[in-house]
């Protein structure tokens, strides 16, 4: 069974800062990984998605990265901002079956 | 639509009671799948329904919880004798196919309410 996990789960930064989420997943047989913004009280917000066969993709100031072998994926947020507070969720699409997501990473960026 | 549409925005109803929300998925996405975020748990996949093919209802917790997809579009979640345990927010997402290298966007949700 595909487990997901995401650390840290909560993280504070100051404004300007560059930071690093993680996740990984225990099955590497995926087809592709996507990750989200949550918002307090609303639903999710598509940011990337990397497909099995990439290695990273990138908007604006976001970059993923995909290591399928050794399980893992990185969200990147450069120059951080106050707006990017947020919950963000990593989720992993095996082959024949809907997401399977982490508890996601709480962010808080301080003015 | 522009985007995945949910209603009610929330529901509060008695222990006992069934509930039906609604998803109007985007137009022309073919996979709809309904997701439940219960408080402090993660995100995890109640069923999907994928064009005319029969849904995939591996996912629903007991047989308390239906869904239907009238005319390939616009889904019913149904939770009879609703228990408290069930409140959560439940999350419904559209993708253009079903498959992995398809993007699924989601929805506001709606947030239940099991007094």
């Known amino acids: 069974k595909q487990e997901v996990t995401q650390i840290p789960a909560a993280l504070s930064v100051p404004e300007g800062e560059n930071l690093v989420l993680n996740c990984s997943f225990t099955?590497?047989?995926?087809?592709?990984l996507q990750w989200f913004r949550q918002d307090p009280g609303k639903g999710l917000t598509s940011l990337l998605l990397?497909?099995?066969?990439?290695r990273e993709q990138t908007s604006g100031r976001l970059n993923a990265s995909l290591d399928k072998s050794s399980g893992r994926s990185t969200l990147y947020i450069a120059a951080s901002q106050p707006g990017d507070s947020a919950t963000y969720l990593c989720?992993?699409?095996?082959?024949?079956?809907?997401?399977?997501f982490g508890k996601g990473t709480r962010l808080s960026v301080i003015a | 639509g522009a985007g995945v549409s949910q209603s009610p925005s929330n529901k509060v109803t008695e222990k006992g009671k069934d509930v039906e929300l609604r998803c109007d998925p985007i137009?022309?996405?073919?996979?709809l799948y309904w997701y439940r975020q219960s408080l402090g748990q993660g995100l995890e996949f109640l069923i999907y329904?994928?064009?005319?093919?029969?849904?995939?209802k591996s996912g629903l917790p007991s047989d308390r919880f239906s869904a239907e997809r009238t005319g390939g579009s616009v889904s019913t979640l149904t939770i009879q004798r609703t228990q408290q345990e069930d409140s959560a927010v439940y999350l419904c997402?559209?993708?253009?196919?079903?498959?992995?290298?398809?993007?699924?966007?989601f929805g506001p949700g709606t947030r239940l309410t099991v007094l």
């Open positions: 997402a559209s993708s253009l196919r079903q498959g992995p290298y398809n993007e699924q966007f």
């Open positions: 099955d590497s047989a995926i087809y592709n």
């Open positions: 137009s022309g996405h073919t996979a």
């Open positions: 990397i497909q099995s066969s990439q």
């Open positions: 329904f994928q064009g005319n093919s029969a849904p995939d």
């Open positions: 989720a992993v699409g095996p082959s024949n079956t809907p997401l399977v």
